[in-house]
């Protein structure tokens, strides 16, 4: 148990759907992140979220969309995704967005599995 | 863009063997850290290297950093069947840029 929860943990959409990925942090951080994990590939950074603001936005479609109410919690909006977007999809927070450059860690979640069929 | 590699992506080897995995990075950073992900779960961290010289160790992994070299190493020892997982190194720059991941299979 890392403290940072995703639901639901395998999803399965179609084209034309609109579905939500949630991610809820209890570790009291700050800043909260949405990657993305396919096979064969690096983790690659999708949005990044500070004190509830969107910090850092690398160039994702815009058929993903972010958004966090608040610093405990964080959503990814999903609506007509292509297959090749079938990957697994991890959440994970830190004490805050400085954290990278001081040397803490990141904790992650155990991700949603998505398939778009 | 910082780019991470590491090798190599897949390895198996036997109980009790040694074996040591490399992640070379491109531009210059000193803060390096590896994770460990087992199939389905959440990555988890397991070491955080903030200086050239770093050595760090738990258990049969022993992670080092070499900045000037710009490449760190996991190096397991007398591997038992538990340490199967995929092991990733990422590094620090205006975020954190992973490698591609070393999926590692003990043989009992």
């Known amino acids: 148990e890392t403290g940072v929860t995703q639901t639901p943990r395998h999803l399965v959409m179609g084209m034309t759907n609109k579905k939500s990925l949630k991610c809820e942090q209890h570790?009291?951080?700050?800043?909260m992140y949405w990657y993305k994990q396919s096979a064969k590939k690096p983790l690659e950074l999708m949005f990044v979220y500070s004190l509830e603001e969107r910090v850092e936005n690398n160039s994702v479609p815009s058929r993903f969309s972010p958004e966090c109410p608040n610093s405990s919690h964080l959503f990814l909006h999903l609506h007509t995704l292509q297959p090749e977007d079938s990957a697994l999809y991890l959440c994970?927070?830190?004490?805050?967005?400085?954290?990278?450059?001081?040397?803490?860690?990141?904790?992650f979640g155990e991700g949603s599995w998505l398939t778009v069929v | 863009e910082l780019k991470v590699e590491q090798n190599p992506l897949f390895l198996s080897m036997q109980e009790g063997k040694n074996y040591t995995i490399y992640c070379n990075y491109s531009t210059t950073s000193d803060r390096l850290y590896w994770y460990r992900q087992d199939p389905g779960k959440s990555l988890e961290s397991l070491f955080v290297?903030?200086?050239?010289?770093a050595v760090k160790q738990e258990g049969r992994l022993m992670a080092s950093l070499d900045t000037k070299a710009r490449l760190s190493t996991l190096h397991i020892t007398a591997a038992v069947h538990d340490l199967s997982a995929t092991y990733f190194c990422?590094?620090?720059?205006?975020?954190?840029?992973f490698g591609t991941g070393t999926s590692l299979t003990v043989i009992p």
């Open positions: 994970a927070s830190s004490q805050d967005r400085t954290t990278v450059i001081s040397g803490n860690t990141i904790y």
């Open positions: 290297l903030l200086s050239n010289g």
């Open positions: 990422a590094v620090a720059g205006n975020q954190f840029y």
């Open positions: 570790l009291g951080h700050n800043a």
